[in-house]
């Protein structure tokens, strides 16, 4: 038996009708959240009423520093718990990968670095003697010809090389 399809409009239907539950929903929240934050409004700050002479306008002064300090206070604690368990978390999840045995490689970017440059940044400002690879390469010296050919009669020079005793000369000469 084959599954009946549901129609365009009836999937939009009951679409639409999902989206005004979930909007009724999300208004709800908003307004118990609201109801919540003046509860506690009410319950931790009290109406102010400012009395008239001086003293008690200094005396009402201290009483809100004081106040404002244990507020700081625990902030502070909270932040500091905070900040230990965001660690601990990150902790056990490097366990955790640690346990699963897979890691994802980063990509490595080709950079392209002096050896004294790569130095300087591994070691910082302790790096100071330079490091000159190319400087303990073998050196090879060419050999420079200073023998000149004694400039003579051209004649003569062609007489020699005629005929195969003056070709042999000549690829001996050379070689």
């Given at each position: 038996?084959?599954e009946?399809?549901?129609?365009?409009?009836?999937?939009?239907?009951?679409?639409?009708?999902?989206?005004?539950i979930?909007?009724?929903l999300?208004?709800?929240?908003?307004?118990?959240e609201?109801?919540?934050?003046?509860?506690?409004?009410?319950d931790?700050?009290?109406?102010?009423s400012?009395?008239?002479?001086?003293?008690?306008?200094?005396?009402?002064?201290?009483?809100l520093?004081?106040?404002?300090?244990?507020?700081?206070?625990?902030?502070?604690?909270m932040?500091?718990?905070?900040?230990?368990?965001?660690?601990?978390?990150?902790?056990?999840?490097?366990?955790?990968?640690?346990?699963?045995?897979?890691?994802?490689?980063?990509?490595?970017?080709k950079v392209r670095?002096s050896?004294?440059?790569?130095?300087q940044?591994?070691?910082g400002?302790?790096?100071?003697?330079?490091?000159?690879?190319r400087?303990?390469?073998?050196q090879?010296?060419?050999?420079?010809?200073?023998?000149?050919?004694?400039?003579?009669?051209?004649?003569?020079?062609?007489?020699?090389k005629a005929?195969?005793?003056?070709?042999?000369?000549?690829?001996?000469?050379?070689?």
């Open positions: 038996m084959s009946k399809k549901m129609t365009s409009s009836r999937k939009h239907h009951l679409k639409s009708l999902l989206l005004q979930a909007h009724g999300l208004e709800d929240e908003a307004a118990e609201e109801q919540e934050k003046q509860r506690y409004m009410e931790n700050c009290p109406t102010l400012l009395p008239g002479s001086m003293q008690d306008l200094q005396e009402l002064c201290r009483k520093h004081q106040q404002i300090d244990a507020i700081d206070e625990q902030r502070y604690d932040e500091t718990k905070v900040a230990k368990s965001n660690k601990e978390i990150d902790d056990l999840k490097i366990k955790v990968q640690d346990l699963k045995g897979k890691f994802k490689k980063p990509a490595l970017k670095m050896a004294d440059a790569m130095l940044a591994l070691l400002s302790k790096h100071k003697v330079s490091l000159d690879l400087a303990n390469l073998k090879v010296k060419k050999e420079v010809k200073d023998e000149k050919e004694a400039v003579g009669d051209w004649r003569k020079n062609i007489e020699d005929g195969m005793d003056g070709r042999k000369k000549m690829f001996e000469s050379e070689a």
